[in-house]
C-alpha cells in the first residue's frame, strides 16, 4: 500500500474529481492520500475532503508564495482545526526565492510564526523551499525546538550534503514526478537518504512524471516515482519503508 504524502485535490483541476480519484485507490494500491493547503481557503478545502473521504487527511498552512495574505485570523482558524483527527500536520510553509511571489522578508517572518504555531499545536511540518535551501537550514537550526514533532522537506531538490543537516534536524525528504525527468541529476541524494526519512509524493497536480508529462499529475502516478527509486535503493522495500514513515511522521 503506497501514500501520496503531498497532493492537491483540493486544487481546482482537481476538485471536481476527487470523489473519482478516490473510488479507485484500492485497485491502485494507495492507501492513503494528504492533501496540502497553500493558504487558507485551499486548507479549509483539504479538511472538508478529508470529511467527506475517509482515506483523505490534510495538512493546514500558509505556502510562502502566499506568506503576503496570512492573518492572525488564519493562525486561529489553525489552531481551532489542528485537533481535528483529520488534521495531520502545518504547511506547506517554507521559502520560495524563485517566483519570490511575497517579499523575503515576510516569507522568513511568515514561515517562522508557523514553525512556532505548528509545535504549539504539537504537529509535523510540511516545507516547501525553492532556492532558498542554505537559509531555510539556517532558519531551522535556529528555531529546531519547534521542530520535536518532526518535518518533512517536500520535494527535496538540495545537495546531498544538506539533506545530511536536514536529516539531522530530524526532518524527513519526500520525493516525486521530478526524479523520473531525464534530466535529472540528483540520484545521489535519493540513493543517500536514510531509509527511515524517505517519503513519496505526487505534487499532483502538478510535477507530473515520465511518461506522462504534460498531463495532469494524479495520485495514481506514485507508483511511477516508487519504482524509480527501487532502481536505485535495491537495499530496501521502497513502498512499505516510505508508508511506514508516513504512518510515523503524521501519525495516521
Ligand atoms: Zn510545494
Ligand atoms: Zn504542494
Known amino acids: 500500500m503506497l501514500i501520496d504524502t503531498h497532493a492537491h485535490l483540493n486544487d481546482e ?30 486548507s479549509e478545502l483539504a479538511l472538508s475532503l478529508a470529511h467527506t473521504y475517509e482515506p483523505l487527511y490534510a495538512v493546514v498552512g500558509i505556502h510562502p508564495h502566499d506568506a503576503k495574505t496570512a492573518t492572525q485570523d488564519d493562525y486561529r482558524y489553525f489552531e481551532s482545526v489542528s485537533t481535528d483527527k483529520k488534521v495531520v500536520a502545518i504547511g506547506e510553509i517554507g521559502l520560495d526565492f524563485y517566483y519570490d511571489l511575497s517579499d523575503r522578508d515576510v516569507q522568513q517572518r511568515v514561515f517562522i510564526e508557523q514553525l512556532e504555531l505548528a509545535h504549539a499545536l504539537k504537529l509535523p ?49 519526500s520525493f516525486g514526478g521530478v526524479i523520473t525527468f531525464k534530466n535529472f541529476a540528483k540520484q545521489e541524494v535519493v540513493k543517500s537518504c536514510p531509509a527511515d526519512r524517505l517519503l513519496l509524493e505526487t505534487d499532483c497536480p502538478y510535477m507530473t512524471p515520465v511518461p506522462y508529462r504534460g ?38
Open 13 to 42: 483541476r482537481l476538485l471536481p474529481i476527487a470523489g473519482e480519484i478516490v473510488s479507485t485507490m484500492p485497485q491502485k494500491g494507495l492507501g492513503a492520500i494528504i492533501n496540502v493547503g497553500f493558504d487558507r481557503p485551499s
Open 125 to 173: 511540518v510540511v516545507m516547501h523551499v525553492r532556492d532558498a535551501y542554505g537559509l531555510a537550514l539556517e532558519i531551522l537550526k535556529e528555531n529546531n525546538r519547534f521542530l520535536e514533532y518532526g518535518g518533512v522537506m517536500h520535494c527535496y531538490a538540495g545537495s546531498k550534503e544538506l539533506l545530511k543537516d536536514f536529516v539531522s534536524l530530524g526532518l524527513h525528504a
Open 215 to 252: 498531463k495532469t499529475n494524479m495520485p495514481e502516478y506514485i507508483s511511477l516515482v516508487r519504482d524509480k527509486i527501487q532502481e536505485w535503493r535495491p537495499d530496501i522495500d521502497v513502498e512499505s519503508v516510505t508508508t511506514q514513515n508516513a504512518k510515523r511522521l503524521f501519525n495516521i
